[in-house]
């Protein structure tokens, strides 16, 4: 007689595989995890003068080239993500440009106490969430393609 599923034994994990194993929902789940970047991405390629603006509120400079490395980054390494040519690759790149954007842009530690720090100190530690997502992508690509 089959046993009854256990929520915290290996009977839930059985019930849930078929569905969170598939292709569909790993690739549901890379979709997510670049939804921001291609949203940004293919928004600083519509306003390019708004991309170099951004460029220039921090300080970057020249800001077209900067603003055209960024779309090509967003853009480029989430498709390597979402076809899984050179995956690994393209996570590092979008773990590593959260950081250093993140680190630029969200200096919460700067503000004074309130609600904008607050707000600031959420966002950040939420694209701290996203850099280690992209580090598991990265090391869950380069473990498959070594077994």
Known sequence: MPRPYSVTGHGLSA??????????????????????????????LTDFSGAVAEMNHFGLSP???FAG????????????????RLRWLG???????????TGM???FWELPAGQAR???????????GLVGGFLLVAW???????A
């Open 118 to 128: 607050f707000m600031a100190a959420n966002s950040f530690f939420e694209h701290l």
């Open 140 to 146: 869950l690509d380069l473990r498959e393609r070594r």
């Open 15 to 44: 019930a849930v595989r078929p569905v969170f194993a598939s292709r569909a929902a790993r690739f549901l789940a890379y979709l997510a995890l670049c939804s921001a970047y291609l949203q940004g991405g293919f928004v600083k």
């Open 105 to 107: 842009a969200l200096r």
């Open 91 to 101: 996570a590092l790149a979008l773990a590593g440009f959260t950081l250093l954007a």
């Open 63 to 65: 800001a077209p080239l």
């Open 69 to 84: 490395a960024v779309i090509v980054l967003e853009l480029g390494a989430s498709m390597m993500i979402l076809t899984g």
